[in-house]
């Protein structure tokens, strides 16, 4: 069965420093990759999403992710966080069944930044 | 005001009491689902609908219906809660091309 495994379930961070939120995926066909952000109290929100093409995706927020198919991952990172990022990232993927998208949803990784 | 609407936000309950989870909708989307959230176990898909005429069940629908009212709304119920259903609940949507999820706020449900 298709997975989403992301391997850091809390990260605490420094202000102004850099972050990398790791996620791996199972899958031998085609699927779409995405990061949702959950802020406290929130629901999720769609941070940015890879479909085809460049590899490299960004956020407007200064976030970026990078498809690697050879490892299967699609690890997100920000050079420099920010308080305000304080929040749970929950990588995601989906892929066609039988012509139904299912989407995936890995256990989500907290981030916490330190002032 | 939100494009998904989910309530109550929070309800408190018995066990063995029904509760409806409701759902409502101005994106105009015809596919709805409902997912729980619980710690460490990130979100898992319990029923979703294509259209009102369609309602298929998610990997965890045990102890769970739904109703699709109408392309809007979308209802889950549980039928008798047991504290182990205590979770949050999101309502989600998503357009013709499914690429991206819209997510309400989320309904925190505590069976006692």
């Known amino acids: 069965a298709q997975s989403v495994t992301q391997l850091d379930s809390q990260v605490p961070v420094f202000e102004e420093a850099p972050v990398e939120l790791r996620c791996n995926y199972s899958?031998?066909?085609?699927?779409?990759l995405f990061w949702y952000v959950q802020y406290p109290n929130q629901g999720l929100q769609l941070l940015l999403k890879y479909l085809s093409g460049s590899t490299l995706v960004e956020s407007i927020n200064g976030f970026e992710a990078e498809f690697n198919k050879s490892q299967t991952s699609f690890h997100l990172r920000k050079p420099s966080v920010h308080i305000s990022d304080t929040a749970e990232y929950f990588c995601?993927?989906?892929?066609?069944?039988?012509?139904?998208?299912?989407?995936?949803f890995g256990t989500g990784t907290r981030l916490k930044v330190l002032a | 005001d939100a494009d998904v609407t989910q309530t109550p936000r929070n309800r408190i309950t018995k066990t063995g009491k029904r509760i409806m989870l409701e759902c409502s909708q101005t994106?105009?989307?015809?596919?709805m689902y409902w997912y729980r959230q619980d710690p460490g176990l990130g979100l898992r898909l319990i029923y979703y609908?294509?259209?009102?005429?369609?309602?298929n069940k998610g990997e965890i629908s045990d102890g769970y219906s739904v109703s699709r009212q109408a392309q809007a709304k979308f209802s889950l119920s549980l039928e008798s809660a047991i504290p182990n259903q205590t979770a949050l609940y999101f309502c989600?949507?998503?357009?013709?091309?499914?690429?991206?999820?819209?997510f309400g706020e989320g309904s925190r449900l505590t069976v006692l």
């Open positions: 994106k105009g989307h015809d596919r």
């Open positions: 609908s294509f259209d009102v005429k369609d309602i």
């Open positions: 899958s031998s066909v085609s699927v779409y």
């Open positions: 995601a993927v989906s892929r066609t069944t039988s012509g139904t998208y299912k989407y995936i």
């Open positions: 989600a949507t998503s357009d013709h091309d499914r690429v991206k999820l819209f």
